[in-house]
Protein backbone atom coordinates (compact mmCIF):
# COMPACT_ATOMS: atom_id res chain seq x y z
CA UNK A 1 0.00 0.00 0.00
CA UNK A 2 1.23 3.49 -1.19
CA UNK A 3 2.50 5.58 1.23
CA UNK A 4 4.09 9.49 1.65
CA UNK A 5 7.35 9.82 2.66
CA UNK A 6 7.44 12.43 5.11
CA UNK A 7 10.87 13.22 4.26
CA UNK A 8 10.25 13.45 0.46
CA UNK A 9 7.57 15.96 1.32
CA UNK A 10 9.54 17.93 3.83
CA UNK A 11 12.03 18.74 0.71
CA UNK A 12 9.07 20.91 -1.00
CA UNK A 13 8.39 22.94 2.35
CA UNK A 14 9.77 26.02 0.60
CA UNK A 15 6.57 25.91 -1.53
CA UNK A 16 4.39 25.85 1.32
CA UNK A 17 3.66 28.72 3.30
CA UNK A 18 3.83 26.79 6.87
CA UNK A 19 4.75 23.39 7.83
CA UNK A 20 0.53 22.97 9.17
CA UNK A 21 -0.27 23.17 5.61
CA UNK A 22 2.26 20.72 5.04
CA UNK A 23 1.23 18.56 7.41
CA UNK A 24 -2.69 19.10 6.70
CA UNK A 25 -2.21 18.12 2.91
CA UNK A 26 -0.05 14.70 4.02
CA UNK A 27 -3.08 13.53 6.35
CA UNK A 28 -5.50 14.30 3.61
CA UNK A 29 -3.58 12.55 1.12
CA UNK A 30 -2.60 9.62 3.11
CA UNK A 31 -6.34 9.34 4.08
CA UNK A 32 -7.44 9.33 0.41
CA UNK A 33 -5.22 6.65 -0.90
CA UNK A 34 -6.10 4.34 2.19
CA UNK A 35 -9.56 5.18 1.71
CA UNK A 36 -9.43 4.30 -2.24
CA UNK A 37 -7.57 1.23 -1.70
CA UNK A 38 -9.22 0.00 1.41
CA UNK A 39 -11.24 -3.56 0.33
CA UNK A 40 -14.90 -3.30 0.66
CA UNK A 41 -16.39 -6.58 1.85
CA UNK A 42 -20.31 -8.08 1.43
CA UNK A 43 -22.35 -8.74 4.67
CA UNK A 44 -21.27 -12.00 5.15
CA UNK A 45 -20.37 -14.13 8.32
CA UNK A 46 -17.23 -15.06 6.97
CA UNK A 47 -16.58 -17.61 10.25
CA UNK A 48 -19.51 -19.56 9.00
CA UNK A 49 -18.87 -20.05 5.40
CA UNK A 50 -19.52 -23.42 4.28
CA UNK A 51 -19.30 -24.96 0.78
CA UNK A 52 -22.17 -23.42 -0.21
CA UNK A 53 -23.92 -21.17 -3.07
CA UNK A 54 -24.17 -17.60 -1.71
CA UNK A 55 -25.28 -15.42 -4.74
CA UNK A 56 -23.00 -12.86 -5.55
CA UNK A 57 -23.55 -9.98 -7.85
CA UNK A 58 -22.36 -10.71 -11.39
CA UNK A 59 -21.62 -13.43 -13.71
CA UNK A 60 -20.07 -13.58 -17.04
CA UNK A 61 -21.62 -14.96 -20.14
CA UNK A 62 -20.08 -15.54 -23.88
CA UNK A 63 -21.98 -17.58 -26.77
CA UNK A 64 -21.20 -19.64 -29.64
CA UNK A 65 -23.42 -19.73 -32.82
CA UNK A 66 -23.81 -21.56 -35.55
CA UNK A 67 -24.00 -18.68 -37.62
CA UNK A 68 -20.52 -17.36 -35.80
CA UNK A 69 -18.55 -20.60 -35.17
CA UNK A 70 -16.61 -18.94 -32.39
CA UNK A 71 -17.43 -17.37 -28.65
CA UNK A 72 -18.02 -13.82 -28.89
CA UNK A 73 -19.30 -10.29 -26.92
CA UNK A 74 -18.91 -12.09 -23.76
CA UNK A 75 -20.28 -9.56 -21.55
CA UNK A 76 -20.81 -9.27 -17.31
CA UNK A 77 -24.26 -9.34 -16.38
CA UNK A 78 -26.39 -9.67 -13.16
CA UNK A 79 -25.96 -12.77 -11.57
CA UNK A 80 -29.60 -14.57 -11.99
CA UNK A 81 -31.28 -17.49 -13.66
CA UNK A 82 -30.83 -18.18 -17.19
CA UNK A 83 -33.31 -18.70 -19.74
CA UNK A 84 -33.11 -21.92 -22.14
CA UNK A 85 -35.23 -24.12 -24.38
CA UNK A 86 -36.50 -27.44 -22.93
CA UNK A 87 -34.69 -29.13 -25.98
CA UNK A 88 -31.21 -28.17 -25.70
CA UNK A 89 -28.31 -30.25 -25.49
CA UNK A 90 -27.37 -29.95 -21.71
CA UNK A 91 -30.95 -30.45 -20.54
CA UNK A 92 -31.83 -33.85 -22.80
CA UNK A 93 -28.25 -35.30 -23.53
CA UNK A 94 -25.76 -34.13 -20.62
CA UNK A 95 -23.38 -32.47 -23.23
CA UNK A 96 -21.45 -30.08 -20.98
CA UNK A 97 -18.65 -29.24 -18.87
CA UNK A 98 -17.84 -27.22 -15.42
CA UNK A 99 -14.23 -26.33 -13.77
CA UNK A 100 -13.63 -25.13 -10.58
CA UNK A 101 -11.12 -22.78 -9.25
CA UNK A 102 -10.40 -20.67 -6.74
CA UNK A 103 -9.34 -16.91 -6.16
CA UNK A 104 -7.93 -16.01 -2.62
CA UNK A 105 -7.10 -12.61 -0.82
CA UNK A 106 -3.64 -12.10 0.08
CA UNK A 107 -2.73 -10.30 3.23
CA UNK A 108 -2.68 -6.77 1.93
CA UNK A 109 -6.00 -7.56 0.63
CA UNK A 110 -4.76 -7.84 -3.33
CA UNK A 111 -6.69 -10.73 -5.22
CA UNK A 112 -4.78 -14.42 -6.33
CA UNK A 113 -6.13 -16.80 -9.11
CA UNK A 114 -4.41 -20.27 -8.30
CA UNK A 115 -3.21 -21.76 -11.85
CA UNK A 116 -6.13 -20.72 -14.48
CA UNK A 117 -4.47 -21.36 -17.43
CA UNK A 118 -4.53 -24.76 -16.18
CA UNK A 119 -8.18 -24.88 -16.23
CA UNK A 120 -8.32 -23.53 -19.33
CA UNK A 121 -6.81 -26.68 -20.95
CA UNK A 122 -8.78 -29.00 -19.13
CA UNK A 123 -11.53 -27.40 -20.43
CA UNK A 124 -10.29 -27.52 -24.07
CA UNK A 125 -9.30 -31.02 -23.47
CA UNK A 126 -12.80 -31.98 -22.33
CA UNK A 127 -14.31 -30.18 -24.84
CA UNK A 128 -13.09 -31.90 -27.66
CA UNK A 129 -14.20 -35.37 -26.14
CA UNK A 130 -17.82 -33.84 -26.04
CA UNK A 131 -17.61 -33.00 -29.57
CA UNK A 132 -17.56 -28.89 -28.57
CA UNK A 133 -16.32 -26.05 -29.12
CA UNK A 134 -14.23 -24.18 -26.05
CA UNK A 135 -13.38 -20.76 -25.64
CA UNK A 136 -10.00 -19.98 -26.25
CA UNK A 137 -7.03 -20.31 -23.22
CA UNK A 138 -7.17 -15.83 -23.60
CA UNK A 139 -11.30 -15.93 -23.16
CA UNK A 140 -11.53 -18.24 -20.50
CA UNK A 141 -8.96 -16.01 -18.87
CA UNK A 142 -10.23 -12.96 -19.63
CA UNK A 143 -13.76 -14.30 -18.08
CA UNK A 144 -12.67 -15.48 -15.18
CA UNK A 145 -10.76 -12.48 -14.04
CA UNK A 146 -13.56 -10.15 -15.33
CA UNK A 147 -15.94 -12.33 -13.02
CA UNK A 148 -13.43 -11.97 -9.83
CA UNK A 149 -12.81 -8.12 -10.33
CA UNK A 150 -16.88 -7.81 -10.78
CA UNK A 151 -17.36 -9.64 -7.27
CA UNK A 152 -14.28 -8.99 -5.05
CA UNK A 153 -16.35 -7.57 -2.51
CA UNK A 154 -17.47 -11.39 -1.69
CA UNK A 155 -13.59 -12.51 -2.34
CA UNK A 156 -13.25 -13.46 1.68
CA UNK A 157 -10.79 -11.78 3.96
CA UNK A 158 -7.29 -13.41 4.01
CA UNK A 159 -7.56 -17.26 5.64
CA UNK A 160 -11.07 -16.81 6.01
CA UNK A 161 -12.22 -18.46 2.70
CA UNK A 162 -11.79 -18.49 -0.80
CA UNK A 163 -14.12 -17.27 -3.60
CA UNK A 164 -15.30 -20.25 -5.60
CA UNK A 165 -14.87 -19.75 -9.44
CA UNK A 166 -17.34 -22.35 -11.85
CA UNK A 167 -17.04 -21.94 -15.58
CA UNK A 168 -19.74 -23.83 -17.25
CA UNK A 169 -19.82 -24.71 -20.78
CA UNK A 170 -23.49 -25.85 -22.24
CA UNK A 171 -24.69 -27.12 -25.15
CA UNK A 172 -27.58 -24.59 -25.51
CA UNK A 173 -29.15 -24.95 -29.06
CA UNK A 174 -32.11 -26.82 -30.13
CA UNK A 175 -31.45 -30.46 -30.89
CA UNK A 176 -34.41 -33.13 -30.86
CA UNK A 177 -32.32 -35.85 -32.04
CA UNK A 178 -28.51 -37.10 -30.52
CA UNK A 179 -26.06 -35.30 -32.17
CA UNK A 180 -23.84 -32.53 -30.97
CA UNK A 181 -25.36 -29.33 -30.49
CA UNK A 182 -25.72 -25.91 -32.78
CA UNK A 183 -25.27 -23.16 -29.84
CA UNK A 184 -23.25 -22.96 -26.91
CA UNK A 185 -23.37 -20.96 -23.55
CA UNK A 186 -20.25 -20.41 -21.54
CA UNK A 187 -20.88 -18.98 -18.23
CA UNK A 188 -18.80 -18.31 -15.09
CA UNK A 189 -20.25 -17.63 -11.66
CA UNK A 190 -18.81 -17.54 -8.35
CA UNK A 191 -19.47 -18.13 -4.63
CA UNK A 192 -17.44 -17.09 -1.60
CA UNK A 193 -16.79 -20.88 0.52
CA UNK A 194 -15.21 -22.02 3.30
CA UNK A 195 -14.07 -26.03 4.09
CA UNK A 196 -15.84 -28.69 1.83
CA UNK A 197 -15.46 -30.94 4.63
CA UNK A 198 -16.07 -30.51 8.49
CA UNK A 199 -14.85 -32.56 10.54
CA UNK A 200 -12.62 -35.96 9.92
CA UNK A 201 -12.58 -37.69 6.55
CA UNK A 202 -13.63 -40.98 6.93
CA UNK A 203 -14.28 -43.12 3.48
CA UNK A 204 -16.26 -46.12 2.36
CA UNK A 205 -14.54 -48.08 -0.31
CA UNK A 206 -17.41 -48.70 -3.19
CA UNK A 207 -17.29 -51.98 -4.64
CA UNK A 208 -20.82 -52.51 -6.17
CA UNK A 209 -21.03 -48.82 -8.14
CA UNK A 210 -18.11 -47.63 -10.57
CA UNK A 211 -17.53 -44.14 -11.03
CA UNK A 212 -16.06 -44.61 -14.17
CA UNK A 213 -15.45 -46.74 -17.07
CA UNK A 214 -12.17 -47.26 -19.58
CA UNK A 215 -13.12 -45.14 -23.13
CA UNK A 216 -15.98 -43.12 -20.52
CA UNK A 217 -15.88 -39.76 -19.83
CA UNK A 218 -14.17 -40.00 -15.99
CA UNK A 219 -11.11 -37.85 -17.27
CA UNK A 220 -12.99 -35.40 -17.94
CA UNK A 221 -15.18 -32.39 -15.88
CA UNK A 222 -18.41 -33.67 -17.86
CA UNK A 223 -21.62 -32.92 -15.68
CA UNK A 224 -23.01 -36.33 -16.35
CA UNK A 225 -19.65 -37.83 -14.10
CA UNK A 226 -21.39 -36.79 -11.13
CA UNK A 227 -25.22 -37.79 -10.19
CA UNK A 228 -24.66 -41.12 -10.84
CA UNK A 229 -22.83 -41.38 -7.88
CA UNK A 230 -25.61 -39.29 -5.64
CA UNK A 231 -27.28 -42.83 -4.80
CA UNK A 232 -24.05 -45.04 -3.07
CA UNK A 233 -22.54 -41.47 -1.16
CA UNK A 234 -26.15 -40.58 -0.23
CA UNK A 235 -26.46 -44.02 1.54
CA UNK A 236 -23.06 -43.76 2.78
CA UNK A 237 -23.64 -40.50 4.34
CA UNK A 238 -26.88 -42.01 5.87
CA UNK A 239 -24.27 -44.75 7.77
CA UNK A 240 -22.01 -42.29 9.12
CA UNK A 241 -19.46 -41.97 6.04
CA UNK A 242 -17.77 -38.39 4.64
CA UNK A 243 -17.17 -40.14 1.05
CA UNK A 244 -16.91 -42.48 -0.96
CA UNK A 245 -13.65 -44.53 -2.41
CA UNK A 246 -14.26 -45.75 -6.07
CA UNK A 247 -12.27 -49.24 -7.29
CA UNK A 248 -11.25 -49.75 -10.79
CA UNK A 249 -14.17 -50.83 -13.15
CA UNK A 250 -11.92 -53.71 -14.93
CA UNK A 251 -10.69 -55.56 -12.28
CA UNK A 252 -12.19 -53.85 -9.01
CA UNK A 253 -9.50 -54.08 -6.57
CA UNK A 254 -7.59 -50.91 -7.82
CA UNK A 255 -8.44 -47.89 -5.71
CA UNK A 256 -8.97 -45.20 -8.05
CA UNK A 257 -10.75 -41.76 -6.65
CA UNK A 258 -13.06 -40.28 -4.47
CA UNK A 259 -16.80 -38.66 -5.72
CA UNK A 260 -15.11 -35.08 -6.25
CA UNK A 261 -11.17 -35.50 -5.24
CA UNK A 262 -8.07 -37.44 -6.00
CA UNK A 263 -6.43 -39.65 -3.14
CA UNK A 264 -2.98 -40.21 -2.43
CA UNK A 265 -1.19 -42.68 0.13
CA UNK A 266 2.28 -42.65 1.80
CA UNK A 267 4.50 -45.39 3.40
CA UNK A 268 8.35 -44.31 4.02
CA UNK A 269 9.36 -41.92 1.73
CA UNK A 270 6.78 -42.75 -0.86
CA UNK A 271 3.81 -41.07 -1.70
CA UNK A 272 1.99 -42.92 -4.23
CA UNK A 273 -1.52 -41.60 -6.46
CA UNK A 274 -3.53 -43.49 -9.56
CA UNK A 275 -2.73 -42.76 -12.23
CA UNK A 276 -5.00 -41.13 -14.58
CA UNK A 277 -5.31 -43.66 -17.69
CA UNK A 278 -8.84 -41.97 -18.53
CA UNK A 279 -11.14 -42.83 -16.09
CA UNK A 280 -9.74 -40.62 -13.09
CA UNK A 281 -9.63 -36.69 -13.23
CA UNK A 282 -5.56 -34.75 -13.61
CA UNK A 283 -6.64 -33.13 -10.78
CA UNK A 284 -4.82 -29.48 -10.50
CA UNK A 285 -3.93 -29.59 -6.91
CA UNK A 286 -3.03 -33.00 -7.25
CA UNK A 287 -0.19 -32.01 -10.13
CA UNK A 288 0.68 -29.38 -7.91
CA UNK A 289 0.90 -31.58 -4.57
CA UNK A 290 2.74 -33.88 -6.48
CA UNK A 291 5.34 -31.17 -7.60
CA UNK A 292 5.51 -29.61 -3.78
CA UNK A 293 6.26 -33.77 -2.33
CA UNK A 294 8.84 -33.75 -5.31
CA UNK A 295 10.30 -30.65 -3.62
CA UNK A 296 10.69 -32.03 -0.25
CA UNK A 297 12.32 -34.83 -1.35
CA UNK A 298 9.40 -37.50 -1.44
CA UNK A 299 9.64 -40.02 -4.09
CA UNK A 300 5.81 -39.58 -5.94
CA UNK A 301 4.52 -42.42 -7.79
CA UNK A 302 1.56 -42.83 -10.46
CA UNK A 303 0.95 -45.87 -10.34
CA UNK A 304 -1.87 -48.80 -10.18
CA UNK A 305 -2.45 -48.91 -6.25
CA UNK A 306 -4.27 -52.44 -5.21
CA UNK A 307 -6.81 -51.81 -2.31
CA UNK A 308 -4.94 -53.82 -0.05
CA UNK A 309 -1.86 -51.43 -0.08
CA UNK A 310 -4.40 -48.86 1.42
CA UNK A 311 -4.29 -51.04 5.06
CA UNK A 312 -0.48 -50.83 4.87
CA UNK A 313 -0.32 -47.03 4.19
CA UNK A 314 0.98 -44.70 6.77
CA UNK A 315 -1.51 -41.64 5.80
CA UNK A 316 -3.86 -40.92 3.66
CA UNK A 317 -4.79 -37.98 2.23
CA UNK A 318 -7.17 -36.68 -0.50
CA UNK A 319 -6.76 -33.22 -2.79
CA UNK A 320 -8.98 -31.41 -4.59
CA UNK A 321 -10.02 -27.88 -5.83
CA UNK A 322 -13.14 -27.95 -2.86
CA UNK A 323 -11.11 -29.81 -0.69
CA UNK A 324 -7.80 -28.62 -0.97
CA UNK A 325 -5.50 -31.19 0.97
CA UNK A 326 -7.64 -33.15 4.09
CA UNK A 327 -5.92 -36.15 5.59
CA UNK A 328 -8.22 -39.36 5.30
CA UNK A 329 -9.02 -40.13 9.46
CA UNK A 330 -10.26 -43.81 8.11
CA UNK A 331 -11.46 -46.33 5.21
CA UNK A 332 -13.74 -49.09 5.59
CA UNK A 333 -13.47 -52.09 3.04
CA UNK A 334 -15.93 -54.66 3.30
CA UNK A 335 -16.48 -54.46 6.94
CA UNK A 336 -12.68 -53.80 7.52
CA UNK A 337 -11.68 -50.33 9.23
CA UNK A 338 -8.44 -48.70 9.03
CA UNK A 339 -7.51 -45.80 10.52
CA UNK A 340 -4.28 -43.06 9.73
CA UNK A 341 -2.28 -40.73 11.41
CA UNK A 342 -3.82 -37.04 12.08
CA UNK A 343 -2.40 -33.84 13.72
CA UNK A 344 0.29 -31.32 12.65
CA UNK A 345 2.85 -33.57 12.40
CA UNK A 346 1.33 -35.25 9.04
CA UNK A 347 2.65 -34.97 5.79
CA UNK A 348 -0.75 -34.17 4.57
CA UNK A 349 -1.03 -30.81 6.78
CA UNK A 350 2.46 -29.77 5.53
CA UNK A 351 1.51 -30.00 1.83
CA UNK A 352 -2.12 -27.92 2.80
CA UNK A 353 -0.11 -25.45 4.30
CA UNK A 354 2.59 -24.93 1.77
CA UNK A 355 -0.41 -24.94 -0.87
CA UNK A 356 -2.20 -22.04 0.60
CA UNK A 357 0.72 -20.30 1.62
CA UNK A 358 1.48 -20.21 -2.32
CA UNK A 359 -2.33 -19.09 -3.17
CA UNK A 360 -2.57 -16.80 -0.51
CA UNK A 361 0.94 -14.98 -1.14
CA UNK A 362 1.89 -15.85 2.11
CA UNK A 363 4.82 -17.95 0.55
CA UNK A 364 6.77 -16.66 -2.69
CA UNK A 365 5.51 -18.51 -5.68
CA UNK A 366 8.48 -19.29 -7.32
CA UNK A 367 6.58 -21.52 -9.70
CA UNK A 368 4.44 -19.41 -11.64
CA UNK A 369 1.40 -20.45 -10.16
CA UNK A 370 -0.42 -17.62 -9.38
CA UNK A 371 -1.82 -14.78 -10.89
CA UNK A 372 -2.19 -11.51 -9.33
CA UNK A 373 -5.38 -9.53 -10.49
CA UNK A 374 -6.11 -6.57 -7.86
Known sequence: MFMFSRSICCAKLNQLSTFETLFSNLKTCEYRIYSREKAEYANVNWDELGFALTKTDYMYVMNFT????????????????????????????????FEGLKAYRKEDEGILLFRPQENALRMKMGADRMCMPSPTVDQFMDAVKKTVLANKRW?????????????????????????????????????????YHKGDLNLMVEDNVHRAIPGGTGGIKAVTNYSPVYKPLTEAKAKGFSDLLFLDALTGSNIEEGSACNIFILKGNVISTPTTHGTILPGITRKSI???ASDFGYQVEERAIPIKEVFDAEEVFCTGTAMVVKSVASITYQGKRIGYKLGAETL???????????????????LGWTMLID
Open 155 to 195: VPPYGRGSLYVRPLLMATGRNLGVKPSSDYTFLVYASPVGN
Open 348 to 366: AQKLHATLTGIQTGLIEDK
Open 66 to 97: EEEQKFFNGTLTRFGNIEMCPSSGILNYGQGL
Open 290 to 292: MEI
